[in-house]
């Protein structure tokens, strides 16, 4: 009976479940696990910390997500490649490269803490000086994971990135229960968040030893793959950005908690993409073409239950655990809408593992240009409503743009 079950469902998604289940299996533990530390973070900074001060620690963390695009974010799919194909001797290489871009990151950071200096605002003064000691090394000491992913060893690859979200939420909450002071809160984050993912590293690059085999046209490809994310980035932190500029950090915290309960639905399907990755990357491009439309739909099938759960039980999730955010109910009940477009992201991690260059960069300048515009023009008309229009509309845009190019994938 279970052996006729499994079957069914293998022929409904036709797909290799049990490749999912073992793989998915050690990523889903890491993803519950990652949800509980971010839970517990959420908690934490909802409860214990007021508006104004977890408003501006979103912009602190915003401007330093976009210029941690200097950090070349594009090496990590490319290490995953290179590890897929055996060229694991790559990985170091990578790492001096992402810390010699990234300073330029840091210098940036500095720039723009000066300006605030100017203005004579203390706070982001240091909160950007101390973003810019860590930018050049926070993000490029990740390459641990797809290290592992790459060799489709997700057990260790889960069991590191569990402890990493265990320590590093541990330490930031710790920190939080002392002190809600804005810059203490910004230094615990980048200092913990870049020693726990330095230990690891080591850790990772001793037991996991990575191969000699090198080929540096892998950098030349993470270099490419993050020049097509710089418009991306900035399109990520835009909403943000903008609602602090014109609507102040309170109506930013708003908008934060509304979408931090999506965007963490969100995160579990990167584990289908993680196991997804290898399988596109081996496959021939016809059969690609052949089968992944129609298990994209069948996968559409299964989100929506989640969406109408979701905007069930909201309500009642937030008045229990974030009572002092009711208010923000109401825009992640209309924000998990997005949850439709996540089989697209399939799309996208095919053209990746297709190395279709020119695809890629029409694709990762059309979506974020149009989402920059319309949030320039939505979020001064209609405020937190405009940043939540401007942040959907443009997933309509990359459906269309995904599946043309998808199509043409040779």
């Known amino acids: 009976m279970i052996q006729l079950l499994w079957r069914r469902t293998e022929q409904f998604f036709q797909t290799d479940i049990t490749y999912i289940v073992r793989g998915g299996s050690w990523i889903g533990v890491s993803k519950l696990v990652s949800a509980f530390a971010s839970f517990l973070l959420l908690l934490a900074f909802g409860n214990l910390v007021s508006k104004t001060t977890y408003g501006v620690y979103q912009y602190v963390?915003?401007?330093?997500?976009?210029?941690?695009?200097?950090?070349?974010?594009?090496?990590?799919?490319?290490?995953?490649?290179?590890?897929?194909?055996?060229?694991?001797?790559?990985?170091?290489?990578?790492?001096?490269?992402?810390?010699?871009?990234?300073?330029?990151?840091?210098?940036?950071?500095?720039?723009?803490?000066?300006?605030?200096?100017?203005?004579?605002?203390?706070?982001?003064?240091?909160?950007?000086?101390?973003?810019?000691?860590?930018?050049?090394?926070?993000?490029?000491?990740?390459?641990?994971?797809?290290?592992?992913?790459?060799?489709?060893?997700?057990?260790?690859?889960?069991?590191?990135s569990s402890l990493f979200h265990i320590l590093r939420v541990a330490s930031i909450v710790a920190v939080l229960f002392i002190t809600q002071h804005l810059v203490i809160i910004i230094v615990s984050y980048f200092f913990f968040t870049t020693l726990w993912r330095l230990v690891l590293t080591i850790v990772v690059f001793f037991i996991h030893k990575p191969n000699k085999e090198l080929s540096y046209s892998y950098i030349s490809y993470g270099k490419h793959l993050s020049l097509m994310g710089v418009l991306g980035a900035i399109a990520t932190q835009a909403d943000k950005i903008l609602l602090w500029h014109f609507l102040g950090p309170i109506a930013l915290a708003t908008y934060s908690f509304a979408l931090t309960p999506i965007n963490q639905l969100q995160s579990w399907f990167k584990t289908l993409e993680s196991l997804a990755f290898p399988k596109f990357a081996s496959i021939d491009s016809e059969v690609l073409k052949k089968t992944l439309p129609k298990k994209l739909v069948r996968l559409l099938v299964f989100i929506l239950p989640i969406i109408v759960l979701y905007v069930l039980l909201a309500p009642w999730l937030y008045s229990i655990f974030l009572p002092q955010y009711m208010e923000s109910v109401i825009y992640s009940q209309v924000f998990a809408v997005i949850l439709l477009f996540l089989p697209q992201k399939l799309l996208a991690s095919s053209l990746v593992a297709k190395s279709q260059k020119k695809s890629l960069y029409i694709i990762t300048t059309i979506n974020p240009l149009s989402k920059i515009l319309l949030l320039l023009i939505l979020v001064p008309l209609f405020g937190v409503w405009g940043a939540i229009a401007g942040t959907m509309l443009p997933y309509c845009i990359n459906f269309f743009t995904l599946t043309y190019f998808f199509r043409k994938i040779s």
Do not use: C, H
């Not at 963390?61 to 974010?73: F, N, Q, R």
């Not at 803490?113 to 930018?135: E, H, K, S």
């Not at 489709?152 to 889960?158: E, G, I």
């Open 61 to 160: 963390l915003s401007v330093a997500g976009i210029l941690s695009v200097t950090t070349l974010p594009g090496m990590t799919t490319a290490l995953n490649q290179a590890v897929a194909q055996g060229k694991e001797g790559v990985m170091m290489p990578m790492f001096y490269t992402r810390v010699r871009w990234g300073i330029l990151g840091g210098l940036i950071s500095l720039g723009v803490g000066i300006y605030y200096f100017l203005q004579g605002n203390t706070d982001l003064t240091l909160a950007f000086g101390v973003a810019a000691l860590f930018l050049p090394f926070m993000d490029s000491l990740t390459l641990w994971s797809p290290l592992l992913v790459g060799r489709k060893d997700f057990k260790y690859s889960s069991l590191y």
